[in-house]
């Protein structure tokens, strides 16, 4: 028998290289990801100051809207459909002089929310919305009244100080 040996040559073995678009190619997203987080970070700081200026804006919004209100009308009626994206319960619904959303649903309860919370921000937006148009036709018809009083008043006076002068000149003439 013959023994056969296997004569195993020992190859070196080059060191792997990769091509020069392999190593860009895995460079890339690394730098896509901290590009993208720096952006994240500059959106961040950008939403914390601008959630400073909505606070400051909502609150001077409130204020005069509130004034406003307060001389014309103690609420100011807001549509049911607008209000269905947030609840389909709603029969009637109002703004306050407070600036609340008062909401009465169909099984009787009432709801009160605070227009000027965060959490409300969305809800605030579809209502100010539905309800400035209202507001304006309230603002118009209030203009209206006293343009009607005055008008009146007008015609009145005018007669009243005619008649006060001629009697006026009668009690000065018997003097």
């Known amino acids: 028998m013959t023994q056969e040996v296997a004569v195993v040559k020992e190859v070196p073995i ?5 091509p020069e678009k392999q190593e860009k190619r895995k460079e890339t997203p690394i730098q896509e990801l901290v590009d993208s987080l720096k ?8 939403i914390s100051e601008l959630t400073s200026e909505e606070k400051i804006l909502i609150s001077q919004f409130f204020s005069s809207l509130l004034k406003l ?3 014309i009308t103690p609420s100011i009626a807001v549509s049911e ?13 109002y703004v306050d002089t407070t600036g609340n ?3 009465l649903l169909q099984d009787g309860h009432l709801e009160l929310e605070n227009l000027s919370e965060q959490k409300n921000r969305d ?7 539905d309800i400035l148009p209202k507001f304006k036709s309230l603002t118009s018809n209030q203009k209206r009244r006293v343009e ?5 008043l007008s015609s009145v006076t005018k007669e009243i100080q005619k008649s ?5 000149s009668v009690y000065t003439a018997d003097q």
């Open 69 to 71: 209100m307060k001389p």
């Open 101 to 103: 959303l008062i909401v």
């Open 14 to 18: 080059a060191p792997v290289t990769v």
């Open 148 to 152: 009607n009083r005055i008008k009146l």
């Open 81 to 93: 459909s607008a209000l269905t994206p947030y609840r389909n319960d709603v029969t009637k619904a």
């Open 39 to 46: 952006s994240m970070g500059d959106d961040i700081g950008q």
């Open 164 to 168: 006060a002068e001629a009697l006026s």
């Open 123 to 129: 809800l605030m937006v579809t209502v100010i919305s």
